[in-house]
């Protein structure tokens, strides 16, 4: 089913978030995000959201340019004639980059393709399970009781998994505090953002005293043949997050052995049907993956939910409850039930934004014929 796009509204909402939450690249304490919605000539919507930040410090894309290429280049590329979002896809490809922007316009088409078919987006992408097991993730902290504070929290909510953002100075001793608290049998990870370097492999190294799941993205997001070097120095397994921008970069890192683990972020690598070929990839391999998050709202949250309920998922991910970020969410809030997530089960994303909710949060809309 080609849907035959009128038009795509793109509206900028603010969303305060609950607590600061800081990571080795910045603190954000809200989310300015970027909704995309399209409508087809029959009125149907598609809704999607890009999780490009507010400064381009995770990666180059940040929300003010995502917009700025949306209106200027890719909506205006989307097919006269209607597109699916595999087409969409495609049609995009010429334009270099952008991988967060073209995520939003291809996941809004086909929201609004799977809602004129009465398909859902796990029932589209191959969901093996109708809910997913939970992690969270914590924030750098001013200090170690702080974080066990935390993370204890957490736990009590019934998080199956917890990760850890560490930075050099804030590593080895609140993941020794963390362990010695909660035990051997915590599901406990860490997340570096490419925070060090591989004159870093003897510091990183004192981590393999504390039986984690994995430590992701420890160097450079283009330096996989580092990261094949500290694996070899590591107990640790290496799990790769910014590196992986396409199932081609996938493919490179499993052959390199930069990596045994990847954390999947359909918003990196171009949306949700690139990031089911690295899935694919990835299973054909052995390899594990798990889905990242970047704060979503239920819009984002949905999907997520969706792709993490395919059978190569087989660590709990990002894909956190509402309420872990936002007092108030746009969509019906996803609650965490004995540490999982439903996968939604209603046509397209299976749910949609809160009208009035979306009003009292939105700064700016503009609308772009087809």
Same mark, same amino acid.
């Given at each position: 089913?080609?849907?035959?796009?009128?038009?795509?509204?793109?509206?900028?909402i603010?969303?305060?978030l609950?607590?600061? @939450?800081?990571?080795?690249? $910045?603190?954000?304490?809200? +989310?300015?995000?970027?909704? *995309?919605? /399209?409508?087809t000539? !029959?009125? =149907?919507?598609?809704?999607?959201?890009?999780?490009a930040m507010?400064?381009p410090r995770?990666?180059?894309?940040?929300?003010?340019?995502?917009?700025?290429?949306?209106?200027?280049?890719?909506?205006?590329?989307l097919?006269?004639?209607?597109?699916d979002?595999?087409t969409?896809g495609?049609t995009?490809?010429?334009?270099?980059?952008?991988?967060?922007?073209?995520?939003?316009?291809?996941?809004?088409?086909?929201?609004?393709?799977?809602?004129?078919?009465?398909?859902? @987006?796990?029932?589209?992408? $191959?969901a093996?399970?109708? +809910?997913?097991?939970?992690? *969270?993730s /914590?924030?750098?902290m !001013?200090? =170690?009781?702080?974080?066990?504070?935390?993370?204890?929290?957490?736990?009590?909510?019934?998080?199956?998994r917890?990760?850890?953002?560490?930075?050099?100075?804030?590593?080895?001793?609140?993941?020794?505090?963390v362990?010695?608290?909660?035990?051997?049998?915590?599901?406990?990870?860490?997340?570096?953002?490419?925070?060090?370097?591989?004159?870093?492999?003897?510091?990183?190294?004192?981590l393999?005293?504390?039986?984690?799941?994995?430590?992701?993205?420890?160097?450079?997001?283009?330096?996989?043949?580092?990261?094949?070097?500290?694996?070899?120095?590591l107990?640790?397994?290496?799990?790769l997050?910014?590196? =992986?921008?396409?199932?081609?970069?996938?493919?490179a890192?499993?052959s390199?052995?930069?990596?045994?683990?990847?954390?999947?972020?359909?918003?990196?690598?171009?949306?949700?049907?690139?990031?089911?070929?690295?899935?694919?990839?990835?299973?054909?391999?052995?390899?594990?993956?798990?889905?990242?998050?970047?704060l979503?709202?239920?819009?984002?949250?949905?999907?997520?939910?969706?792709?993490?309920?395919?059978?190569?998922?087989?660590l709990?991910?990002d894909?956190?409850?509402?309420?872990r970020?936002?007092?108030?969410?746009?969509?019906?809030?996803?609650?965490?039930?004995?540490?999982?997530?439903d996968?939604?089960?209603?046509?397209?994303?299976?749910?949609?934004?809160l009208?009035?909710?979306?009003?009292?949060?939105?700064?700016?809309?503009?609308w772009?014929?087809?």
């Amino acid at each position: 089913m080609n849907p035959k796009i009128s038009g795509v509204e793109l509206r900028r909402i603010t969303m305060p978030l609950l607590a600061p @939450f800081r990571t080795s690249f $910045g603190v954000e304490t809200s +989310r300015d995000v970027l909704l *995309v919605r /399209v409508v087809t000539s !029959d009125g =149907i919507e598609g809704w999607a959201e890009c999780a490009a930040m507010s400064e381009p410090r995770y990666c180059s894309e940040y929300v003010d340019g995502a917009q700025d290429v949306l209106r200027r280049f890719l909506i205006p590329a989307l097919p006269k004639d209607g597109a699916d979002a595999a087409t969409v896809g495609r049609t995009l490809e010429p334009f270099t980059g952008h991988h967060m922007a073209k995520a939003a316009l291809e996941t809004a088409v086909l929201d609004a393709q799977l809602r004129i078919t009465g398909e859902s @987006f796990g029932s589209h992408l $191959g969901a093996a399970r109708d +809910r997913v097991p939970c992690g *969270v993730s /914590v924030g750098i902290m !001013d200090s =170690i009781p702080q974080l066990l504070e935390s993370v204890e929290g957490y736990v009590a909510e019934g998080y199956v998994r917890i990760k850890l953002k560490i930075e050099p100075g804030w590593d080895v001793e609140p993941v020794r505090a963390v362990r010695e608290r909660f035990g051997d049998d915590l599901l406990l990870q860490v997340d570096a953002n490419a925070a060090y370097t591989l004159v870093d492999a003897q510091q990183l190294a004192k981590l393999d005293d504390f039986g984690l799941l994995l430590i992701e993205q420890p160097l450079a997001n283009d330096d996989m043949v580092q990261h094949a070097q500290l694996a070899k120095l590591l107990r640790t397994p290496i799990c790769l997050d910014e590196s =992986i921008e396409s199932a081609a970069d996938a493919a490179a890192a499993i052959s390199l052995g930069a990596c045994s683990i990847i954390n999947i972020k359909p918003a990196r690598v171009g949306g949700y049907l690139e990031a089911r070929r690295i899935h694919d990839i990835a299973r054909a391999h052995g390899v594990p993956v798990w889905c990242g998050g970047m704060l979503e709202t239920g819009i984002g949250r949905a999907a997520n939910v969706a792709l993490a309920a395919l059978p190569g998922f087989t660590l709990p991910g990002d894909t956190s409850g509402s309420h872990r970020y936002f007092a108030t969410d746009i969509t019906e809030p996803f609650i965490l039930a004995d540490g999982h997530l439903d996968v939604p089960i209603g046509p397209g994303l299976g749910v949609e934004p809160l009208p009035n909710i979306l009003d009292e949060v939105t700064t700016s809309s503009e609308w772009i014929a087809l």
